[in-house]
C-alpha cells in the first residue's frame, strides 16, 4: 500500500515569489492535515480537512497561505508570496476518520526561501 | 505556547543502554499520546501510543509510562541500538479533535 505522497521534495525561490506544495493521502482517509516543521522544532498544524471540508484553519495564515482539497482527495497548499521565514518542511498527513489508527506523515517537502 | 513540554532535546546512550525521554502536558482535556520516530529526510512515524486509562504500554523494546496525576508521560526504549538513532516527538491530542500537538523533540544517538 503506497503512503502519504508528497510533491515536491524540495523547492528552493526567491521571496515574493509563489509557490505550492501537492499532497496524495492514502486511499480511503477521509481526514487529511498539511502541518509545518520548522528546524529542530516539532511539526505545528496548519489545516485539517474532513473529505472536502477545512475543519480548523486557525493556524493558517490567511494572507498568504492558501489549501484546497477538491474531490476530498488530493490536496494542494500555496503560499504567495513567499517570505524568508516560510522556510520549513511542510509535512502532509492523513487518517481514518476515527482517531485511535494514527497520523500517517509523507516524507514532506523543504522549503527553502531565499 | 507550547502545550506539550519535551526534555531532553538530545541524548546520547551506549548499545544496549535504556533511552528515556519525558513529556509533560497542561491540557487536562488531552486523552490521546502517541510518540513519533523521525529519521532525516523522512516525515514522522507513529511508534506506539497510550490512554490516560492505563498507566503502562509496552510494545517490543519500546514502552510508554503514564502519570496522570503529575501530567506526565515518557517513552523508554530498551536494549537501545545504533538503529534507534532518530529524533523522537511526543504529542498529545484530544479524541474528536485530531489535531496532534507536538513536543519540541529529542534528538537521539546510540553509539555501537
Known amino acids: 500500500e503506497a503512503g502519504v505522497v508528497q510533491s515536491p521534495r524540495y523547492k528552493i525561490i526567491e521571496k515574493k515569489q509563489p509557490v505550492a506544495f501537492w499532497c496524495n493521502p492514502i486511499s480511503g482517509h477521509n481526514t487529511l492535515y498539511w502541518y509545518r516543521q520548522n528546524l529542530g522544532q516539532g511539526p505545528e498544524l496548519l489545516i485539517r480537512?474532513?473529505?472536502?471540508?477545512?475543519?480548523?484553519d486557525s493556524q493558517l495564515p490567511k494572507d498568504r497561505f492558501s489549501a484546497e482539497r477538491l474531490k476530498g482527495v488530493d490536496s494542494t497548499l500555496k503560499i504567495q508570496p513567499a517570505e524568508l521565514g516560510d522556510s520549513a518542511v511542510y509535512l502532509c498527513?492523513?487518517?481514518?476518520?476515527?482517531?485511535?489508527?494514527?497520523?500517517?506523515f509523507g516524507s514532506g517537502t523543504r522549503l527553502t526561501v531565499v | 505556547q507550547q502545550q506539550v513540554k519535551q526534555s531532553p532535546q538530545s541524548l546520547i546512550v551506549q548499545k544496549g543502554g535504556i533511552s528515556i525521554i519525558n513529556c509533560a502536558y497542561e491540557n487536562t482535556a488531552f486523552d490521546y499520546f502517541p510518540w513519533y520516530q523521525q529519521f532525516p529526510g523522512k516525515g514522522p512515524a507513529l511508534l506506539i501510543a497510550i490512554r490516560p486509562d492505563v498507566s503502562e504500554k509496552k510494545e517490543g523494546r519500546f514502552t510508554i509510562s503514564f502519570n496522570k496525576s503529575a501530567k506526565q508521560f515518557s517513552l523508554h526504549i530498551m536494549d537501545s541500538q545504533p538503529g534507534d538513532s532518530a529524533t523522537y516527538f511526543c504529542?498529545?491530542?484530544?479524541?474528536?479533535?485530531?489535531?496532534?500537538?507536538f513536543g519540541t523533540g529529542t534528538r537521539l544517538t546510540v553509539i555501537p
Open positions: 504529542a498529545a491530542s484530544i479524541t474528536g479533535a485530531n489535531n496532534l500537538f
Open positions: 498527513a492523513s487518517s481514518p476518520r476515527w482517531q485511535g489508527a494514527g497520523y500517517t
Open positions: 480537512y474532513e473529505n472536502e471540508e477545512a475543519v480548523d
